[in-house]
């Protein structure tokens, strides 16, 4: 069950990032006189009509939402699985690089997943982020690589972060199995792409403006793809790609397996679907609409310096690896040289940095070299690094949406996170 705390009049913390630097300052939750009612700027909460972006927070009324003491989910923990991997009929040299990758059970999207995918059907994937959705389709599909080796796969995903990290899993599920892969995404040099295009492989996988652009230099022939992948199906949607996802999808053979995935199901979503998919079982494991795993709460700046704020935050040591959010690339840009100012290990990514700068400063994060990376929410989205102890909102996130997104980067895998919104 998820507990919510409503902070008012100083009730109990359900958590407290507590810490002599912290204590006394600020203040979780109201100083008597109940919650404080920030304003998020623009729009209105749940105004997703004409297919804009969903759930924009107006003057957010629900402080609560950004509250919430982390219980781990039942299923995370007590999820007890169909299947185990060995009794997925797949290839045996596949089950030893689940092995080595250290997964020993599915997690419930894999177990529900994988057999519908192995039969060839249609599906629909509901499912939060840190869920193991990226296994859930590559292991059957790579399986299906197996059985013909001659199978093309095209996997479309919103960001170049995602594409590169299903690119990694892939490699990793497929190691010595002589399964090739292109990851074709802005940014990133076209003529590469374009040379590794030419060779055979198994598997593209990139982001739709790079694709389109690939197809339409005809390097990209979709009639011979009869798979096709889309992953964070909603977030493509928010970000305008919808054109580029029906056009790749319309050079595809009608005669085609479709697997489409999404953490949210709007109506816009569910046209898609309608458009996309031919008799799809759908599959939800959905656990609400928040990270449950995840320790929520705010800090309020007050008429305090917010990077002293941050400082005293990032200065207790349970702060060890760092997500912090930005509004804007500039925003994100200065706060990261401030912090190197302040004798913290931080890199950004974002927007305004080149494709290979972004992965360089992610690499960094995950090789656990940098206390601190901070990010704007478009170069954010899809980033797995595992035991990220804090996500900190310092910019409010401009959709609700956008928080969901932004504290699925902590608390994965069944582990518990924190998540801390600066509020004035
Ligand atoms: P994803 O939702 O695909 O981004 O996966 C979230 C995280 O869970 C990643 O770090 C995966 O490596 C990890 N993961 C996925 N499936 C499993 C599994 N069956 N056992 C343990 N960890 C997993």
Same mark, same amino acid.
């Given at each position: 069950?998820?507990? +919510?705390?409503?902070?008012?009049?100083?009730?109990?913390?359900?958590?407290?990032?507590?810490?002599?630097?912290?204590?006394?300052?600020?203040?979780? &939750?109201?100083?008597?006189?109940?919650?404080?009612?920030?304003?998020? %700027?623009?729009?209105?909460?749940?105004?997703?009509?004409?297919? %804009?972006?969903?759930?924009?927070?107006?003057?957010?009324?629900?402080?609560?939402?950004?509250?919430?003491?982390?219980?781990?989910?039942?299923?995370?923990?007590?999820?007890?699985?169909?299947?185990?991997?060995?009794?997925?009929?797949? $290839?045996?040299?596949?089950?030893?690089?689940?092995?080595?990758?250290?997964?020993?059970?599915?997690?419930?999207?894999?177990?529900?997943?994988?057999?519908?995918?192995?039969?060839?059907?249609?599906?629909? &994937?509901?499912?939060?982020?840190?869920? &193991? +959705?990226?296994?859930?389709?590559?292991?059957?599909?790579?399986?299906?690589?197996?059985?013909?080796?001659?199978?093309?796969?095209?996997?479309?995903?919103?960001?170049?972060?995602?594409?590169?990290?299903?690119?990694?899993?892939?490699?990793?599920?497929?190691?010595?199995?002589?399964?090739?892969?292109?990851?074709? *995404?802005?940014?990133?040099?076209? %003529?590469?792409?374009?040379?590794?295009?030419?060779?055979?492989?198994?598997?593209?996988?990139?982001?739709?403006?790079?694709?389109? $652009?690939?197809?339409?230099?005809?390097?990209?022939n979709l009639s011979k793809f009869k798979t096709v992948v889309l992953d964070e199906a909603d977030r493509m949607l928010d970000m305008g790609f919808i054109h580029d996802m029906k056009f790749m999808i319309s050079r595809m053979p009608a005669d085609r397996q479709t697997l489409f995935f999404s953490a949210t199901m709007s109506r816009d979503i569910q046209v898609l679907i309608k458009d996309f998919l031919r008799n799809p079982v759908s599959i939800s494991v959905k656990t609400g609409d928040t990270a449950k795993s995840v320790d929520q709460d705010v800090v309020r700046v007050g008429s305090r310096n917010k990077l002293d704020v941050l400082q005293d935050l990032l200065s207790?040591? $349970?702060?060890?690896?760092?997500?912090?959010?930005?509004?804007?690339?500039?925003?994100?840009?200065?706060? +990261?040289?401030?912090?190197?100012?302040?004798?913290?290990?931080?890199?950004?990514?974002?927007?305004?940095?080149?494709?290979?700068?972004?992965?360089?400063?992610?690499?960094?994060?995950?090789?656990?070299?940098?206390? *601190?990376?901070?990010?704007?929410?478009?170069?954010?989205?899809?980033?797995?690094?595992?035991?990220?102890?804090?996500?900190?909102?310092?910019?409010?996130?401009?959709?609700?949406?956008?928080?969901?997104?932004?504290? %699925?980067?902590?608390?994965?895998?069944? +582990?518990?996170?924190?998540?801390?919104?600066?509020?004035?």
């Amino acid at each position: 069950m998820q507990q +919510k705390h409503f902070r008012n009049g100083g009730s109990s913390s359900a958590h407290r990032s507590g810490g002599p630097a912290f204590r006394g300052r600020p203040s979780f &939750g109201g100083k008597g006189g109940g919650p404080r009612r920030p304003s998020f %700027g623009r729009g209105g909460y749940g105004g997703n009509r004409g297919g %804009g972006r969903s759930g924009r927070f107006s003057s957010f009324s629900d402080i609560s939402k950004f509250v919430n003491k982390a219980v781990i989910t039942e299923e995370t923990t007590h999820f007890k699985p169909e299947h185990n991997f060995t009794d997925f009929k797949i $290839d045996e040299k596949i089950k030893v690089n689940i092995l080595k990758k250290g997964y020993n059970e599915p997690t419930p999207i894999q177990d529900k997943v994988i057999p519908h995918i192995l039969a060839n059907q249609d599906v629909v &994937g509901i499912a939060n982020t840190g869920t &193991g +959705k990226t296994a859930a389709f590559l292991i059957p599909l790579i399986d299906k690589v197996m059985r013909n080796r001659t199978e093309m796969i095209l996997i479309m995903v919103p960001t170049r972060e995602l594409a590169t990290q299903i690119d990694d899993e892939l490699r990793e599920f497929s190691r010595m199995l002589s399964i090739f892969s292109v990851c074709c *995404v802005g940014g990133a040099p076209i %003529g590469r792409q374009l040379a590794n295009l030419r060779r055979s492989n198994n598997f593209i996988i990139g982001t739709p403006g790079r694709l389109k $652009d690939l197809v339409e230099r005809k390097a990209l022939n979709l009639s011979k793809f009869k798979t096709v992948v889309l992953d964070e199906a909603d977030r493509m949607l928010d970000m305008g790609f919808i054109h580029d996802m029906k056009f790749m999808i319309s050079r595809m053979p009608a005669d085609r397996q479709t697997l489409f995935f999404s953490a949210t199901m709007s109506r816009d979503i569910q046209v898609l679907i309608k458009d996309f998919l031919r008799n799809p079982v759908s599959i939800s494991v959905k656990t609400g609409d928040t990270a449950k795993s995840v320790d929520q709460d705010v800090v309020r700046v007050g008429s305090r310096n917010k990077l002293d704020v941050l400082q005293d935050l990032l200065s207790q040591t $349970d702060f060890s690896r760092v997500l912090i959010f930005g509004k804007t690339k500039h925003g994100v840009e200065r706060l +990261k040289e401030a912090l190197v100012q302040r004798g913290f290990k931080s890199e950004s990514i974002h927007g305004n940095k080149n494709q290979s700068k972004r992965q360089q400063a992610l690499n960094l994060f995950k090789a656990n070299h940098l206390q *601190v990376l901070v990010a704007t929410d478009v170069a954010a989205r899809g980033i797995d690094v595992s035991d990220i102890s804090h996500v900190i909102n310092y910019d409010l996130p401009a959709t609700y949406e956008d928080y969901i997104h932004r504290i %699925g980067r902590t608390g994965r895998a069944g +582990k518990k996170g924190k998540a801390i919104t600066f509020i004035d």
